[in-house]
């Protein structure tokens, strides 16, 4: 595609469900990396992957949080026991390699009740 | 923990009127990026700024990059109801490889 997707555009789950968001990022880009952003705030920092490693996990909050990207291309950000806290705009962006240009695509709404 | 201050974090005003946006920190960074985000959108680039000193124009928009490259101007000249919108300044730390976004200026322009 000519962007970066990401799928739902809105997830609404109940407090203690296990959830997936997912990014598909722009085609030949090997760098890719998830925010969150809540109301009133800028994106923080979850987690980047160069290729199929996670180069730098430091931002996930807690064990509850795990991303994957196994064929290097999309990725998938798992969350467990969703929490009310949790509730948030998830970003992805991709770029071309590390300190590159990054490219966002629209987010993911997740409102945890 | 680099943190990046915005101010103001909101701003509203009338078509014609000029706005500064600051964004400042206590660390160097190797560059420095300037977003706008639209409600149920994702950011898009607008500027990326490299070099302490440097100033580049879009269109209406200046962005200047401190000589230390520790803090960063958006100034918007004879401003429009389109420019309304989140702005938002992140840095990239030399040793690291993710951004580190501002809080963002809510800037509402009416006509």
């Known amino acids: 595609g000519a962007g970066v997707s990401q799928t739902p555009s809105n997830k609404v789950t109940e407090k203690g469900k296990y959830v997936e968001l997912r990014c598909d990022p722009i085609?030949?880009?090997?760098?890719l990396y998830w925010y969150r952003q809540s109301l009133g705030q800028g994106p923080e920092f979850l987690i980047y992957?160069?290729?199929?490693?996670?180069?730098?996990d430091s931002g996930l909050p807690n064990d509850r949080f795990f991303a994957v990207r196994p064929e290097g291309s999309v990725s998938t950000l798992k969350i467990q026991r969703t929490e009310r806290g949790d509730s948030a705009v998830y970003l992805c962006?991709?770029?071309?390699?590390?300190?590159?240009?990054?490219?966002f695509g629209p987010g993911t709404r997740l409102t945890v009740l | 923990t680099q943190l990046l201050e915005q101010s103001p974090q909101f701003l509203s005003i009338q078509e014609g009127e000029n706005l500064t946006v600051y964004c400042n920190s206590s660390?160097?960074?190797?560059?420095l990026q300037w977003y706008r985000q639209e409600p149920g959108e994702g950011p898009v680039l607008l500027v990326t700024?490299?070099?302490?000193?440097e100033v580049k124009k879009l269109k209406r928009l200046t962005f200047q990059f401190g000589d230390a490259r520790k803090d960063s101007s958006l100034h918007i000249t004879a401003a429009q109801p389109g420019d309304t919108g989140l702005y938002l300044c992140?840095?990239?730390?030399?040793?690291?490889?993710?951004?580190?976004f501002g809080k963002g200026t809510t800037l509402s322009v009416s006509s």
């Open positions: 962006a991709s770029s071309s390699g590390p300190a590159r240009e990054q490219f």
């Open positions: 085609s030949g880009h090997t760098a």
């Open positions: 992957f160069q290729g199929t490693g996670a180069a730098d």
């Open positions: 660390s160097v960074f190797s560059s």
């Open positions: 700024v490299v070099t302490g000193g």
């Open positions: 992140a840095g990239l730390h030399q040793a690291g490889t993710a951004l580190i």
